[in-house]
Each structure stands twice: as C-alpha cells, then as structure tokens.
C-alpha cells in the first residue's frame, strides 16, 4: 500500500471517501506508540476506510523555555513508520497552512479543568493543544480520532471540547505502550543519556508499587468481606500473611476502598528515592485524581481514577500515568 504525503487541507479534501476516516493527530518523532494508534485506527477504518496521520509541531502549545526548536523533525522516517503500520496519507501541514494570518486571534480555552496538574506546570499548553486539535478535526474531517492514554489529562480535555462543543466525532483512548524495561515510550526518551534513563525508569517503577499496594488492598478487603464471622474472618487475613490486620479483622472490612493515601505513600517512597539517585528525578507533580475533572480524590471514593506523575531527569520533563478503579466497581486496571 502507498502512503500519500499531503501537505494542504486541499489534497486532503480532494481524496475520495468511501468507509470510515479515522485520523490519529501527532508532533512526528513517531515511535512503537505511535504505530499502535495508527494499527488500532486501521482496525478500527476497516478494509475500505481510511487512516491519516497528522505530523504538525504545534507552537502554540510550547511555553517560553520550552523544546519547541529543539523538537525532533523527522517527517521521511515518519512516513516508513505511518505506512509500516497502515496508513492511507500522512497529512504534513505548514504553520501558515495550519494557523494562515499567523496565531489565531480566536482560541479554545481548557476552562479550570485545563489550568491543574500540566496546566500548571505548562500554563497555556492546553488552550494551544485544544486549539490545533480543533482545527486539525475540521480539516481532517474525521468519524473518529484516536489519542493516547500516555496523555491523560489531554485525552480528558479533547473528550470535554468534542461533547461540550458538539463536534461530530468518536474519540477513542489507546492503552500506553511502554518499552521492554516499563519505560512510557515517548518522542523525549531520545533526550536521556544512559544515566538519565536509569533515573527516568523510577516514573513507571512508582506508578506499578502504588498500582500493587492498591490492589492488595483490594484484595484483602474482598477477602474480609467474603468471610461471615468475625473469627473466620481474622483467620482467612492471617492465612494470606496479614495478621496484623486480622488482629482488626471488621476495620479492614469497613476501611475506605482501596486506601487512596496508602497508594500515594507507596508511590512518593519511590520517587523520594529516585530523588537521591545521580542524576537525581525532580519530581513536578503526583496525583491521584478523577478523570471527569482532574481533582485529587479523597478517602471515600468510589469508581475510576488516573494515577499520574510528572518530573524532571536533567533537562528532560516527563510524564506517565496508570489507571485505577476503587470500590465497588472492582481491583486496579
């Protein structure tokens, strides 16, 4: 199959449209994660649909200090991977194609949703973001557009704009693909020097400990509830080694699901550690949040949440996340 290279809505427009268009939105630099979009958009397309993948920097969701000139072009091995992994056209606009007059004068704004976590390490990321995502929906013209997980609080917002704006569109959220040693695949991991890299493996290392001890958790408070008698109860704790616990068999029965400050205290143990390394992790930010809104959840909540974490190796900034759901509706994803 040949891959088209498009550089202008008109081309794109022009191509005839017989199944289903669905358009995965990048910066290039396209990895292993990226080819998992664009594989699960071709299944999604189907055999007489179409993919297109938008390779386009977008300025206005760099801040000052940030990598904008620094982030890597690499449009023709782009290409090899966009076709390797099945799609119809990469569509590689220009800034004047994108933003023709210069900055838009007239913007999407995140509202407070955007202004927490990377909104406010980053201000102004996300009304950029949501800006060019908006207008990359109207050129592509797309039935359904495919994000990434990795992202969390970017894949909240874009679902927020499309259901609070009415766009036409299905969004659907991709699981992050994570290299052989846990390490979230990104564009920026070509940034770390070996040494950094071992420091940066403490962000996925933090988030699977809080996803273990949350699940044991879980675990250990279904065991509690299944057992009738107080007495049985304590005995079925101390056989799976928790005799502390079966000492105050009924507490941990009736403790608050999946202990939200038990996760986040397993989870700083580890990056307080990372901290001490050399290089040492700087940690921005680690949340355990609703992902309706992105505000932290208490003790007493029920359903769906994001583990998420942001920090610094070197002169390197990045993120990851993992999913979790507390109570009733079951152990960690």
């Known amino acids: 199959m040949t891959t088209a290279l498009l550089s202008t809505a008109e081309e794109l427009h022009a191509r005839v449209r017989r199944g289903r268009r669905a358009v995965v939105m990048t910066m290039g630099a396209l990895h292993e994660g990226h080819a998992t979009l664009i594989r ?64 838009p004068q007239v913007r999407v704004t995140a509202g407070p949703m955007g202004e927490r976590l990377e909104g ?41 704009m499309v259901r609070d704006l009415n766009f036409g569109v299905e ?12 390490l979230a695949l990104s564009s920026r991991n070509r940034y770390l020097s070996p040494g950094e890299r071992r420091t940066a493996l403490a962000l996925s290392r933090a988030l699977f400990t809080g996803r273990d001890r949350h699940a ?16 049985a109860r304590a005995e079925a704790l101390s056989a799976i080694g928790e005799s502390r616990a079966a000492a105050d068999a009924h507490a941990v029965a009736t403790a608050a699901p999946g202990g939200p400050a038990a996760v986040r205290a397993a989870v700083h143990q580890v990056l307080d550690e990372a901290a001490r390394l050399d290089p040492p992790l700087k940690l ?14 208490g003790e007493g909540f029920t359903g769906e949440a994001v583990l998420a974490v942001a920090a610094r ?12 759901t507390f109570g009733s509706l079951g152990a960690a994803s």
């Open 284 to 297: 921005d930010y680690l949340a355990l949040v609703d992902p309706a809104d992105f505000t932290e959840i």
């Open 120 to 160: 406010a390490s980053r201000p102004g990321h996300f009304d950029g973001m949501l800006t060019v995502v908006a207008k990359l929906l109207h050129l592509t013209r797309p039935d359904v557009a495919l994000y990434g997980q990795k992202d969390a609080q970017q894949l909240a917002l874009i679902r927020r």
């Open 40 to 103: 699960t958009a071709r299944r999604i397309a189907g055999p007489d649909g179409e993919v297109v993948v938008t390779v386009f920097v977008n300025p206005l969701q760099f801040g000052a200090g940030e990598d904008l000139d620094r982030y890597p072009r690499t449009l023709d091995a782009d290409l090899r991977v966009a076709a390797q992994a099945g799609a119809d056209a990469v569509f590689a606009p220009s800034v004047d194609e994108v933003y023709p007059g210069g900055e």
């Open 171 to 182: 969004i659907v959220g991709v699981p992050t693909v994570r290299e052989e040693d846990g």
């Open 216 to 231: 044991a958790q879980e675990a250990l408070r279904a065991r509690a509830l299944e057992v009738p008698s107080t007495h």
């Open 313 to 324: 190796v070197g002169a390197t900034r990045l993120i990851d996340n993992l999913p979790l």
